[in-house]
T-cell receptor, first 113, second 109 residues
Framework: EAQVTQNPRYLITVTGKKLTVTCSQNMNHEYMSWYRQDPGLGLRQIYY???????DKGDVPEGYKVSRKEKRNFPLILESPSPNQTSLYFC????????????FGPGTRLTVT | DQQVKQNSPSLSVQEGRISILNCDYT??????FLWYKKYPAEGPTFLISISSIKDKNEDGRFTVFLNKSAKHLSLHIVPSQPGDSAVYFC????????FGTGTRLQVFP
């Protein structure tokens, strides 16, 4: 089954404790992206990757890191999480950067206390 | 600066009636528009799209209308069904996808 998977689905952590949210897709997509969803703000792009070893900042990259060492994986790293990073996170992928339709993972709900 | 806006955070419609979800945008460079549907505890899924060279696209019960002069698009669902209850995001594409804030649709019996 073609899908985007994320782990963990739910995470509660404390300020400053490094964490990684994994994302993997099995569709051989070149383009991958991370979004956060917050009430009243919709989906905002954090980082994106047009291909292996090519990543760039989205609209809200502060406090986040990413890496793209393999085509299928695109982990999101929070080196020192803060309470304002409490949010619902989605990983997405598409065939290439100009593809309009993106396929989303199920989401990771993160709470930072 | 919100380039894509959905001014109605929620909408309640009776089953069988028409649901109309609206979306406004500010950037005239957007050349493609999409609607995504999101159920609780799931990621958004693509629903329907329209190119900027068209003014209407239909797919079963779902129709998207684009009014470029007004920078406005709308999603019509006819007839509405309880299973349509979800959050709907409009999105616009220029060099990347920009999402609106979402509208929660509730279809009641």
């Amino acid at each position: 089954e073609a899908q985007v998977t994320q782990n963990p689905r739910y995470l509660i952590t404390v300020t400053g404790k490094k964490l990684t949210v994994t994302c993997s897709q099995n569709m051989n997509h070149e383009y991958m992206s991370w979004y956060r969803q917050d009430p009243g703000l919709g989906l905002r792009q954090i980082y994106y990757s047009m291909n292996v070893e090519v990543t760039d900042k989205g609209d809200v990259p502060e406090g986040y890191k990413v890496s793209r060492k393999e085509k299928r994986n695109f982990p999101l790293i929070l080196e020192s999480p803060s309470p304002n990073q409490t949010s619902l996170y989605f990983c997405a992928s598409s065939l290439f950067s100009g593809s309009y339709e993106q396929y989303f993972g199920p989401g990771t709900r993160l709470t930072v206390t | 600066d919100q380039q894509v806006k959905q001014n109605s955070p929620s909408l309640s419609v009776q089953e069988g009636r028409i649901s109309i979800l609206n979306c406004d945008y500010t950037n005239s460079m957007f050349d493609y528009f999409l609607w995504y549907k999101k159920y609780p505890a799931e990621g958004p899924t693509f629903l329907i799209s329209i190119s900027s060279i068209k003014d209407k696209n239909e797919d079963g019960r779902f129709t998207v209308f684009l009014n470029k002069s007004a920078k406005h698009l709308s999603l019509h669902i006819v007839p509405s069904q309880p299973g349509d209850s979800a959050v709907y995001f409009c999105a616009a594409y220029y060099d990347k996808l920009i999402f609106g804030t979402g509208t929660r649709l509730q279809v009641f019996p």
